[in-house]
């Protein structure tokens, strides 16, 4: 169990680390006049935030997995715990990927001296 713990621990530390990536994209999204929502995920995915962009889905997330198992101290947790946090994760690299592959959003023009 400690192999799949320390596997979900770097899912999560990935996941935390492209997340400002994604909340930028979805910045650019909105100020284009796009991505008019008020939440990325709908309440039957799991989560109980609700907010338009990436970073808070990763925290609800991190907590739920620090508190299930006591950042490492515990291991009375079932496997089927960490599948329901592992099928949240899932949700949001799922959206990380659409968003890394948008082609919608133009890339920052770069200054030219």
Do not use: W
């Amino acid at each position: 169990m400690e192999q799949v713990v320390e596997a979900f621990r770097q899912n999560l530390k990935l996941a935390r680390e492209t997340a400002q990536q994604s909340d930028d994209i979805l910045q650019q999204l909105s100020e284009q006049g796009m991505g008019k929502f008020s939440a990325i995920f709908p309440t039957e995915a799991g989560f109980k935030t609700q907010a338009n962009r990436i970073m808070p889905y990763v925290e609800e997330v991190a907590e739920l997995f620090y508190d299930l198992t006591g950042n490492g101290t515990r291991n009375d947790f079932t496997g089927d715990d960490l599948a329901k946090l592992a099928s949240m994760l899932k949700h949001i690299f799922a959206v990380q990927q659409q968003l890394a592959a948008n082609t919608l959003v133009a890339p920052p023009q770069s200054e030219q001296h």
